[in-house]
């Protein structure tokens, strides 16, 4: 979420600047690059904090610690599967064997 809120107040700040040069007759790369350039700077000088929480967001989530995210038929088929275990405790599951003719 921190992510996404740095994201948002880059692009807020982006968004007016480049139609702020787009007005000026700046031309349309020369105004993506002035916009880029001071929105990145007033950025990195005023939203310190949400940029750390940003990376430290992005860290937790790439660094290999991070839970997986799983989609809802993953999580209903893990539920099933855990009902069918406690249901049947003489069942054993083997998720460790891969089938050999696939």
């Known amino acids: 979420m921190a992510f996404l809120k740095y994201s948002l107040i880059r692009l807020a700040l982006f968004v007016p600047l480049f139609a702020l040069f787009v ?3 700046l031309g349309w790369l020369l ?3 002035c916009a880029g350039l001071i929105s990145f700077a007033i950025s990195y000088l005023f939203f310190q904090k949400q940029r750390d929480a940003a990376a430290a ?3 937790a989530r790439f660094s290999g610690r991070a839970k997986p995210l799983r989609t ?3 999580v209903d088929d893990a539920e099933a599967e855990d ?3 406690d249901s049947n405790p003489d069942i054993t599951v083997r998720n460790d064997l891969r089938n ?3």
């Open 57 to 59: 967001s992005l860290h």
């Open 72 to 74: 809802a038929g993953e």
């Open 31 to 33: 105004a993506v690059i």
């Open 23 to 25: 007005f000026l007759q």
């Open 100 to 102: 050999k003719e696939a």
């Open 83 to 85: 009902h069918l275990v």
